[in-house]
């Protein structure tokens, strides 16, 4: 198998060099932050930036749940595996990826042109499966929008998301997926970057 660490395309790329670091190449998860404080507006900022990518229809069924108070982290942390609860705990700013699985019910809204395709998704199922598929979707363009505004994320999984659920989420309405930490990265917060498949092994044309 073929990987790759070095070949960044700038020249390709209608961004400047800076910007394409900031979001991709020199980016990283973070595994620890500082305990500087991530403002309102700053959080505010993220979901404005992240709402405009693509979903299916416009659906836009991921709900962000912003985690500030003692108590709530607390529990939070609790449900989380291994390492996973002090970075949780220490993180300046704390998100849970949530997806709405009525998200049709506000079609009107977000699809106004043609809210009769509503009755799409009336069948539970398939209304599950987009709006999971579509809110993971959302959640790459909320680690980038986390980048875009100069901090850095830290993606976790490794939690009992009915824990969860049972803490935030308790109209059941919500589904939670994906923690998110936020803030500016601490002492020590990077990994070795580990190497990327080269385009000749993960793509092809036809």
Not at 155 to 170: E, H, K, L, R, Y
């Amino acid at each position: 198998m073929s990987v790759q660490t070095e070949n960044q395309p700038y020249e390709m790329l209608s961004i400047g060099s800076e910007a394409a670091d900031q979001l991709f190449f020199e980016a990283r998860s973070a595994n620890s932050f500082s305990d500087e404080p991530v403002s309102e507006e700053v959080l505010e900022a993220i979901y404005e930036t992240m709402k405009m990518g693509p979903t299916l229809m416009n659906n836009q069924p991921m709900r962000i749940t912003w985690v500030k108070t003692t108590d709530a982290r607390q529990k939070i942390s609790e449900t989380m595996a291994g390492t996973n609860a002090q970075k949780a705990l220490s993180a300046p700013a704390l998100a849970i990826l949530s997806f709405d699985t009525e998200w049709h019910e506000e079609f009107e809204a977000f699809f106004p042109h043609a809210p009769e395709r509503k009755a799409m998704f009336d069948d539970q199922g398939v209304r599950a499966a987009v709006g999971n598929n579509n809110a993971w979707l959302q959640a790459g363009y909320f680690i980038m929008a986390v980048r875009a505004v100069g901090l850095a994320a830290g993606p976790m999984g490794g939690f009992d998301s009915s824990a969860v659920d049972a803490i935030v989420n308790t109209d059941g309405r919500n589904k939670s997926f994906l923690i998110v930490n936020v803030g500016k990265p601490g002492d020590d917060a990077w990994f070795d970057r580990l190497p990327r498949h080269t385009a000749e092994f993960a793509t092809r044309t036809i």
